[in-house]
């Protein structure tokens, strides 16, 4: 037997491929595969730049999430002072039976001064914090008057003048604090010693205010 027949190879027969043999075809890499192979160091690198950015955010408080700090509010304009006297009253009408006695709404006033002293004739400026505790409204309508003079003088003899109301407005609300204005020139005649000025509310009669500050009167 021939050595090639135990192997089932006979050479009388064609098993070989008489067709042209074509070469191994390779296909072309995609324009993108190299975009593609370099998608993973890129995000780890984007990764690692966010984490950097957080930690320093962190350490030198660049973008602060604490409360914002709130502003400073300026301090409230005094009204201006208005020098109007009040016309005295010529109603002699008697009270009626209706006028019944009502309890009075006492507000709450204060005064200051950037300087305490004063000289005499020349106009001197303080202010008043006039604030409303109470829970009634308060009406500026008819227009309330007041009256400013120095202790150990007659209070009689004190013009009394409005407010400036049309600065002030319609009413003075429950809590709400309005800050005056006010303008006294010492006379001639006041001692050059220190006194004591005093503010008070004089109509209507239903609300009482009156404060003092003390000042000394120069020449």
Not at 143 to 171: F, K, V
Not at 198 to 215: H, K, R, S
Request: one cysteine or more; proline letters at 12%; charged letters at 20%.
């Amino acid at each position: 037997m021939k050595r090639w027949l135990d192997r089932g190879f006979d050479p009388d027969k064609e098993i070989l491929d008489k067709g042209p043999i074509e070469p191994v075809r390779v296909e072309p890499l995609e324009a993108g595969g190299e975009r593609r192979s370099h998608a993973l160091p890129a995000l780890i690198a984007g990764l690692f730049i966010l984490a950097l950015g957080a930690a320093m955010v962190g350490r030198f408080g660049i973008f602060s999430s604490g409360p914002t700090p709130t502003p400073t509010l300026p301090a409230p304009t005094p009204i201006a002072w208005v020098d109007i006297t009040a016309a005295p009253s010529t109603s002699s009408e008697p009270a009626t039976a209706s006028d019944s006695p009502r309890a009075p709404i006492f507000l709450r006033a204060g005064l200051r001064t950037d300087a305490n002293l004063w000289s005499r004739g020349r106009p001197s400026h303080f202010t008043v914090d006039l604030t409303n505790p109470t829970a009634t409204i308060v009406s500026m309508s008819p227009c309330p008057t007041y009256r400013m003079y120095l202790t150990g003088i007659d209070n009689a003899t004190a013009p009394i003048r409005l407010l400036n109301c049309s600065a002030i407005g319609p009413e003075l609300l429950p809590g709400q604090t309005i800050t005056l204005d006010m303008v006294y020139t010492p006379a001639m005649d006041d001692p050059l010693t220190g006194e004591r000025l005093v503010w008070q509310w004089v109509t209507p009669d239903t609300i009482q205010a009156i404060a003092t500050l003390d000042v000394s009167i120069g020449p």
